[in-house]
T-cell receptor
C-alpha cells in the first residue's frame, strides 16, 4: 500500500530531551515536507526537501533540524525541545515539487513537551 | 508574504443542502489550487485540485476558480453529516515553490 508513515504517533517528553520523529514514504517521491499544525494557526511548513541531500527552511524552522540521506526517509529532529513545540506534526510527500503534484500526508505525530 | 485566506467558520448547513466554501489568495502568480479535507485529529486528504479558470466537477464536489478575482471555492452538493470536517485550501505558484495552506473552514452538516 502506497503510504507515508510516521513514528511515533504520540509522544510526551520533557524540555531539553532530544527526540527524533521518523517519516518514511514508499512511493519513490522526490519531495518531502514537515508541517506543524496548531489551533488557529493552520498548517505551517517547517522544512522541506526537493530530493536526497537537498533540504531547505520553511516558514517556522527554528528549533528543528532535518536530514535527507535516503529518498524514502525524512526525519525531523528536535535537539532541545521546548513547550512551544507542543503541536501536531505531519510529514508529507509528493512525486516532485512541480505545479500539479498532490501531497500525501502521514497520519501525524502528536507531541507534548512538558 | 503569500497568504491564503479562509473563513474559519463554523459553517453550518442542513443535511441535503449545498455547502459553499471560499478561499482567496494574494499571489497572482499562483498556478495550482487544492482542496483538502481534514477530520478532527486526522491527516489532510486531497478532495480536488483545479488549475484552469472555471468549474471542475467530481461527484458531489465542484471546485470553482477565478484567477482574475483571486478566489477559489468548493461546493458540496447534497451535504451529508459525514462531510463535517475542516476544509483546507492550498495554493501553489509555479516551479519549485511550497504549497501554501489556508487555516481552514470548519463545516458542520446537521442531520
Amino acid at each position: 500500500e502506497a503510504q507515508v508513515t510516521q513514528n511515533p504517533r504520540y509522544l510526551i517528553t520533557v524540555t531539553g530531551k532530544k527526540l527524533t520523529v521518523t517519516c518514511s514514504q514508499n512511493m519513490n517521491h522526490e519531495y518531502m515536507s514537515w508541517y506543524r499544525q496548531d489551533p488557529g494557526l493552520g498548517l505551517r511548513q517547517i522544512y522541506y526537501s526537493m530530493n536526497v541531500e537537498v533540504t531547505d527552511k520553511g516558514d517556522v524552522p527554528e528549533g528543528y533540524k532535518v536530514s535527507r540521506k535516503e529518498k524514502r526517509n525524512f526525519p525531523l529532529i528536535l535537539e532541545s525541545p521546548s513547550p512551544n513545540q507542543t503541536s501536531l506534526y505531519f510529514c508529507a510527500s509528493s512525486l516532485t515539487s512541480g505545479d500539479y503534484n498532490e501531497q500525501f500526508f502521514g497520519p501525524g505525530t502528536r507531541l507534548t513537551v512538558l | 508574504q503569500k497568504e491564503v485566506e479562509q473563513n474559519s467558520g463554523p459553517l453550518s448547513v442542513p443535511e441535503g443542502a449545498i455547502a459553499s466554501l471560499n478561499c482567496t489568495y494574494s499571489d497572482r502568480g499562483s498556478q495550482s489550487f487544492f482542496w483538502y479535507r481534514q477530520y478532527s485529529g486526522k491527516s489532510p486528504e486531497l478532495i480536488m485540485f483545479i488549475y484552469s479558470n472555471g468549474d471542475k466537477e467530481d461527484g458531489r464536489f465542484t471546485a470553482q476558480l477565478n484567477k482574475a478575482s483571486q478566489y477559489v471555492s468548493l461546493l458540496i452538493r447534497d451535504s451529508q453529516p459525514s462531510d463535517s470536517a475542516t476544509y483546507l485550501c492550498a495554493v501553489k505558484n509555479s516551479g519549485n515553490t511550497p504549497l501554501v495552506f489556508g487555516k481552514g473552514t470548519r463545516l458542520s452538516v446537521i442531520a
